[in-house]
């Protein structure tokens, strides 16, 4: 900006000194033009300033980490003046560590009064990110001035966390664990005779205790009642935000990727366990029954809302309190120091550098 103030004002000097050698008319009123000319300017730009309105969609807030969420910005400026560069000030706010990034989106007038550019934003980290535009600026056409506007434009994008490789060594007795349920998997036969998965025609070698007297009665054929099958969620899995510094903050999206490749190291040991993490804004407990892989991706939406808090959180003993009947066999917790303890025993680390690597080198027995 201060070379072109230089250059304006040695052509004006440059018109003083031609009109005083020259005594032309042509000259004297081209040099009051350019007299005039930063003052005009800056009245357009006042006024467009004002007509500019700007929006902001992202069609698609949800994308895997690393990947790409296209921003749409809307630009109309209500009048056709000639007005130069527009910039955005948009900041990035991670909701899980709470940092965030400040960058800025420069348009260049092309010409409509309507026009609209997009970005591509990408997350290098995991969880909601809100996208907040809060300032336009606007330069006049010459670029010898720039006005602020504030707005206030925000958005939620989600980007998900990736599940890694782990190794993990379930025990006969954690994986043949029969603790209390209150559910039954509507999926199996078992023998929770409460509760029942089928009614079936009678097959040789079915107990007389599982016929169905009465359906057997009106048809005149068989039929059994096949008991259902007991869910027992034989392991937790304890992830604590509690976070003792800004740098532990940072390992808050680790954490959430290492205890989800964990749960998903666990279901394909076929034991079904649970999730179970502190909501710091709800204040109360959260857990998540996974049993399945769609779980685990249902978890995905709820965690992406999870926050690190400062203060000790004893989880072990909230979910004795909040889940009584919730028995276990065997548990996993997971710190943001990056410490991952299998029954108060350390069994590994995660690494928020390199969380693939440091993932595949974890074994975890339970």
């Avoid at 209390?180 to 107990?207: C, K, L, V």
């Avoid at 490749?261 to 040991?269: C, F, G, P, R």
């Avoid at 999730?275 to 407990?285: M, N, R, S």
Wanted: charged share 25%.
């Amino acid at each position: 900006m201060m070379i072109r103030w230089g250059i304006y004002l040695a052509f004006v000097v440059l018109m003083v000194y031609e009109s005083v050698i020259y005594e032309n008319v042509a000259v004297s009123m081209l040099m009051a033009a350019a007299i005039f000319l930063p003052v005009i300017s800056l009245v357009l730009l006042a006024v467009a300033r004002r007509k500019i309105n700007i929006t902001m969609k992202i069609p698609v807030p949800v994308a895997e980490k690393n990947n790409p969420i296209q921003l749409q910005i809307d630009i109309k400026r209500g009048i056709m003046l000639p007005v130069g560069q527009i910039n955005l000030r948009m900041r990035c706010i991670s909701v899980l560590t709470n940092q965030q990034t400040v960058s800025y989106l420069r348009i260049d007038h092309d010409g409509r009064i309507n026009s609209h550019v997009i970005y591509d934003i990408c997350g290098y980290q995991c969880g909601k990110v809100k996208i907040v535009i809060d300032r336009i600026r606007t330069k006049d056409i010459f670029g010898f001035f720039s006005l602020n506007k504030k707005i206030t434009l925000t958005k939620e994008i989600t980007f998900l966390p990736k599940i890694y490789e782990t190794m993990v060594d379930v025990s006969e007795g954690v994986r043949h664990f029969a603790g209390e349920t209150e559910e039954d998997e509507p999926e199996a036969a078992g023998n929770d005779h409460s509760q029942i998965y089928q009614i079936r025609p009678y097959r040789p070698g079915d107990r007389l205790q599982t016929i169905h007297w009465k359906l057997t009665a009106r048809s005149g054929e068989l039929y059994v009642r096949e008991a259902g099958e007991p869910i027992c969620l034989a392991a937790g899995i304890f992830m604590d935000f509690c976070a003792a510094s800004q740098r532990e903050k940072s390992n808050a999206e680790a954490l959430v990727e290492a205890a989800l490749s964990i749960s998903n190291a666990l279901l394909e040991q076929n034991c079904r366990h649970f999730i179970v993490w502190y909501d710091a804004e709800a204040k109360k407990l959260s857990k998540q029954r996974i049993s399945k892989i769609d779980d685990i991706y249902a978890l995905m939406s709820y965690l992406m809302s999870a926050s690190c808090y400062e203060g000790f959180v004893d989880l072990k003993e909230m979910y004795k309190e909040a889940f009584p009947y919730g028995l276990y066999a065997a548990d996993i917790t997971l710190k943001l120091s990056g410490e991952i303890l299998t029954n108060e025993e350390t069994a590994g680390y995660f690494n928020a550098v390199n969380i693939k690597k440091s993932m595949s080198e974890c074994l975890i027995r339970i």
